[in-house]
């Protein structure tokens, strides 16, 4: 067995040491040992495992004071404040201390409790899941613990309706065929119900006092972020005799997701806390930086700089004129011979810098905080971003990337629940090269001239066959709302209304409702017999396999003996997968209709069907025994005995579904390419499901050509590689006038392609105007955001989406925009900004984030030129103050006089200018591209302002030195300047000169 290196764990009475674990775990079912081993080794083994304890706060009441103080220090602005303001204690200052130290604890507190505020709902959050109940079952007693609690090999029992507390191999279930229902949302977005089980040597132990007969062991592998592997095996021990069983993805419950429709089930702790696949897929949440900010911090530098060179010229030029032979010498300028000390010439340096210190405009950040607030309060009061449906208005969880808003370059999309209201809907269909379409739950027939529809009064043999395939092929449940949660099978219903079909396919939960509404009953399971109506007529079909689908042959099937003892496959997949192995029926029509429905933006699956002979069935039903016992490649077995048995197909038809879109996808997808933002959808979804939805939300439109990176072409790194560079070539082959790519990657080559390919990779990304990303783990989302993010160009990304599966590339994204959807509120906690609708997105980028940038751009421009203004005012007087460092303003008005009348103009403006009317912004989404990349702050611009301003202190400051001190001297209450002989004499008579204020 092999091993890897792991942290240090420390353990009570333990030394701390740097030990190895096995990269495969083994559990003990209940702490039991197995019969060869010794009790210790079971009761100890949770010390090799982390506890169940959920932790996504960023603080704790012992680290929040320094923690968040080094952070806030880590701002360029901050830090030099403090600095500065230690200097003014240390030294003479020539202002009060206050003038820097007020603003800046100012905006250390205010920012402080904002983010202590933020943590602390974390924590919350964070107690209300570590201190939900749970049950774990102990020496055969129910035991109520909380969840942090749990520990691995605990045997836990969830309720219905719960999630689970942690990952879990099931062990049995209330159903005697030890099946469960759970929905994944909070995972893989995918709101259905899906299907585990457990071994059948397991399902036996039904209540908690059975459990004390259980000793069984798991082995299976370390952790590992990918929610659709899971290899392990289960050893069941019964005396002397020991049953080896195989588990997989189906066998295992993942935190995360809901039991649904089942009574309850026992399952044992196999992952906890961080180990869960859950917490591998999330991220940890980092502080976010607007690039306005980022743009503030270099300029900032710049300005630094100057001050650095304006107190060393200050310096210079004040020993110089010290040294200068003067007739008298002012009291307050000392000799430069006696001054002359290294200590006295830093502490001269450091007076001029905080005298022109003023440059650096630390009354900007505080500003900035106070804008930023009150402007994201407008998302909250905004009437049109509020959804009546849901009663639900826009929230902005944080209000420090505001003006990223107008930014954004790149949005990264899910699809379910967030393109998507996640509804199937049975539109049309194929049936033996006929069209067919329901009007008013009806099927009619339509006119192959494009004519009125015809109703279908007398079911012909044709449609019969077709609807039967569509009420057989299928893993749907059916629930009664009278059943108490036992199944339908004991309740029936003659028209099937007061069933609710689940299903782990959204499509098939449509062709059965379909059926449904056509006469065509399913009533569900019993007695492994599928239950059926044909208008009133019951019929029962034997169950016998199940040929699972899986993306690489693109469909499913299911074998049944139909009461006259027939034994029939039916099948029903993608058109690509079907026809091809079809060998009868009207296929060429078939493939054509299909097409037609594609054009409409409508998910189509081809059917088929197969009768075997008694010894073809045999041989069938030998090959998929073998298969599914096998414990070596027993996946690479079955996919090859699927491929053996469907195949000769006899062609029915095909059907149309559409997935209804929430209202104004494609006008925002539209705006928001027309606005120069690049729309990505990323999604746990099939490929086919994806592309379909792409097509008919106009993230995909005709006349693009598709360039694929998936598991049939990328089967290794050398592959993949190559598949990438072809496509690249027939980017750069075609003209971009004349044709537009999109690149559709699912999420097995993706894993290639960010592993050694990740240049060229990106660089075809960049030359494609869609990319679809599909069967994608949450980590992966992530790190495609990240792909683009760190780009050459460094542009500005948005990630959206509605479901914990989100969450990482929410928190990966510049901006994290989050929908409050049906799948929980993760991604609402964990993103920037949340509202209910996609199509709120047009509305939040084109007019608040346009109005954010340009307000926040300006009040930046705008505090650095009047504080240079302020800076050069005082550099002039010190030429006229014999470079004595005294200030030319008391630092009381100094203070006001910044805040009254030059910041309080600025910052009403930045809340209520709106520079162009909302509905141009809407109107002309063109528009948004004049602010991205920073345009308003960039080097141009910034030189242009500073420019401007210098050129007006030289003239009005040469101008008006002039005049005031030369020409205009009444209009002072005393001489503010005196001739050296004048300070001569008053030096000895006595009399203390003073500054005085202009009256």
Known sequence: MAYAPVRCNLMPKQ???????????????????????????????????????????????????????????????????LCVGIIQLIIDSPVSPATSIAPLVFVVTVTAIKQGYEDWLRHKADNEVNNRKAFIVHNGQLTQVKAQNIKVGDIVKVKVNQGFPCDLVMLSSYDPEGKCYVTTANLDGETNLKTHFCVPETREFQKESDFTNLCATIECEQPIPDLYKFIGRITVYNNSDSCLKSLGPENVLLRGARLKNTPYIYGCAIYTGPDTKMALNSKAKINKFSRVERGMNSYLIIFLVILLIEATVSTVLAYWYMSQ????????????????????????????????????????YVTVEVQ?????????????????????????????????????????????GTLTENDMQFRQCSINAV??????????????????????????????????????????????????????????????????????????????????????????????????TFHGEMRRYKLLHVLEFDATRKRMSVIIQTEKDETVLLCKGAETAVLKIGTSGEIDKTNLHIHDYAVLGLRTLALGKRVFTQKEYEAVDKMLTEARNAMDSREEKLNEAFEAIERDLHILGATAVEDRLQDGVPETISMLRKAGIKVWVLTGDKEETAVNISYSAGH????????????????????????????????????????????????????????????????????????LCCRMSPLQKAEVVKLMKVADHTPVTAAIG?????????????????????????????????????????????????????????????????????????LFFAFYSGFSQQSLLVSFHLMFYNITMTSLPIFIYSLFEQHISQRDLIDKPHLYKNITRNSKLDKKNFLKWNVLEAQEQVILGLLTTKLV?????????????????????????????SLCNIS
């Open 15 to 81: 030394d701390c040491f740097k030990r190895e674990l096995p990269t495969d775990r083994t559990i003990y079912v209940d702490n039991k040992p197995s019969p060869s081993e010794s009790p210790e080794v079971a009761i100890h083994q949770h010390h090799h495992y982390p506890n169940n304890r959920v932790v996504s706060s960023k603080y704790t009441a012992w680290n929040f004071i320094p923690k968040n103080l080094f952070e806030q220090f880590r701002r360029i602005a901050n830090f030099y404040f």
């Open 325 to 364: 032979d003067r007739i008298g010498n002012p009291w307050y300028i000392p000799d430069a011979r006696q001054s002359l000390t290294v200590r006295h010439v830093i502490s001269d340096f450091l007076s001029f810098m905080i005298l022109y210190n003023y440059i650096i405009p630390i009354s900007l």
């Open 372 to 416: 930023k607030f009150v402007g994201s309060l407008y998302l909250q009061w905004d009437l049109e971003m509020y959804d009546e449906e849901t009663d639900t208005a826009a929230k902005a969880n944080t209000s420090d990337l505001n003006e990223e808003l107008g930014q954004v370059e790149y949005l990264f999309t899910d699809k379910t």
């Open 435 to 532: 069209k067919f379409v329901e009007v008013g739950g009806h099927l009619h027939e339509m006119s192959p001239e494009g004519g009125q529809s015809i109703p279908v009064i007398h079911v012909t043999p044709e449609i019969e066959e077709f609807l039967e395939l569509l009420a057989l092929c299928h893993t749907v449940r059916v629930d009664h709302h009278e059943a108490n949660q036992t199944g339908a099978s004991t309740l029936y219903s003659h028209t099937g209304m007061e069933y609710e079909y689940q299903s782990s396919s959204p499509d098939e939960k449509a062709f059965v409702e379909a059926c449904r509404r056509y006469g065509v009953v399913f009533h569900g399971m019993r007695d492994n017999h599928l239950e059926v």
């Open 700 to 771: 995909i439109h005709d006349g693009m050509e598709e360039l694929r990176l998936t598991k049939l072409t990328c089967t290794d790194y050398t592959r993949c590689g190559e598949e990438i560079s072809k496509n690249i070539h027939r980017c750069i082959s075609r003209s971009p006038s004349s044709q537009h790519f999109v690149l559709i990657v699912d999420g097995f080559s993706l894993a290639f392609a960010l592993g050694e390919h990740t240049e060229i990779f990106r660089k075809l990304c960049q030359m494609c105007e869609a990319v």
């Open 802 to 874: 509605d479901g914990a599966n989100d969450v990482s590339m929410i928190q990966e994204a510049h901006v994290g925009l989050g929908i409050m959807g049906k799948e929980g509120r993760q991604a609402v906690r964990n993103s920037d900004y949340a509202f209910a609708k996609f199509r709120f997105l047009q509305r939040l980028l084109l007019v608040h984030g346009h109005y954010f940038y340009y307000r926040l751009a300006t009040l930046v421009q705008y505090f650095f030129y009047k504080n240079v203004a302020f800076v050069t005012m005082q």
């Open 965 to 993: 001190i030369f020409q205009m001297p009444e209009i002072f209450n005393c001489h503010f300047f005196f001739t050296w002989s004048e300070m001569s004499d008053r030096t000895q008579n006595n009399t203390t000169p």
